[in-house]
């Protein structure tokens, strides 16, 4: 059994399951501390975007983190992504669940989950927040979504199994070391030889650095970007 995930404060429905974390580990609350909700009125998403999914078909939930290494964010991915490749399976190179830098999980090239990761690094807390399409039906995406986002093909009795996996992963990765996780990240990264996009420029991903940067093979030579200064644009 996770250490995470207790206590727990679970919602049928919340603004956002972040903001609840949030003002839960502004208050003391332990390393661990699980907030879930069937359905999210005010999801947030990376870049100040929004974040939706259909009523209980989606595993949403912020998990309070006491410490938290530096590399979290790719940590939460990992967990994530390894907890979708189990049940999608992997046929061949490449196949499987992808992780596009920093901690987007994809399969088949299509969004399956996403991770919003917020914190007080001064009051040594983060929270990691995950939205995982467990069991989302083409039909539950808004139009402008659906070549570019998928569910797992679940049913919505899975959405509880799979936080309970996930917390395991999520736990074991968040301890690990930064070599180990880098590894990991490495093995799983979608934009490996793939374009890339940026504000401040283009080129073609070139792997993850021992820091956990992005490496990006540009026309005046590799650069590093670092998931916290950088977003990736769309449509690379
Ligand atoms: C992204 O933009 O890809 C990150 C999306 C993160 C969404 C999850 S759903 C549970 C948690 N609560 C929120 O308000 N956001 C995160």
Redesign the pocket.
């Given at each position: 059994m996770s250490l995470l995930g207790h206590p727990r404060v679970h919602y049928r429905l919340t603004g956002?399951?972040?903001?609840r974390a949030r003002e839960l580990a502004g208050a003391g609350a332990p390393h661990g501390t699980l907030v879930t909700a069937d359905e999210?009125s005010?999801?947030?998403?990376?870049?100040g975007?929004t974040?939706s999914?259909a009523a209980g078909r989606?595993l949403?939930?912020?998990v309070v983190i006491r410490d938290p290494p530096a590399l979290l964010p790719l940590a939460a991915g990992v967990a994530v992504a390894e907890v979708v490749g189990e049940v999608v399976g992997a046929q061949g190179a490449g196949a499987g669940a992808r992780l596009k830098w920093p901690n987007?999980v994809l399969v088949a090239g299509r969004?399956v989950a996403?991770?919003?990761v917020e914190g007080r690094p001064q009051e040594g807390w983060a929270v990691v927040?995950?939205?995982l399409n467990v069991a989302l039906r083409q039909e539950d995406f808004p139009p402008e979504l659906r070549s570019s986002a998928s569910g797992l093909g679940l049913d919505m009795s899975a959405v509880e199994p799979t936080l309970s996996a996930l917390l395991e992963r999520l736990e074991r990765w968040v301890a690990a070391d930064a070599g180990s996780l880098v590894d990991a990240v490495r093995a799983l990264d979608a934009l490996l030889g793939q374009p890339v996009r940026w504000a401040g420029g283009h080129g073609v991903g070139a792997g993850i650095d021992a820091g956990g940067r992005l490496l990006v093979e540009t026309e005046s030579g590799t650069v590093a970007l670092d998931a916290g200064e950088v977003h990736l644009l769309a449509g690379a």
């Open positions: 956002s399951t972040n903001a999210q005010e999801g947030r998403g990376r870049q975007r974040w999914a989606a949403l939930c912020s987007d969004k996403g991770i919003l927040g995950i939205g």
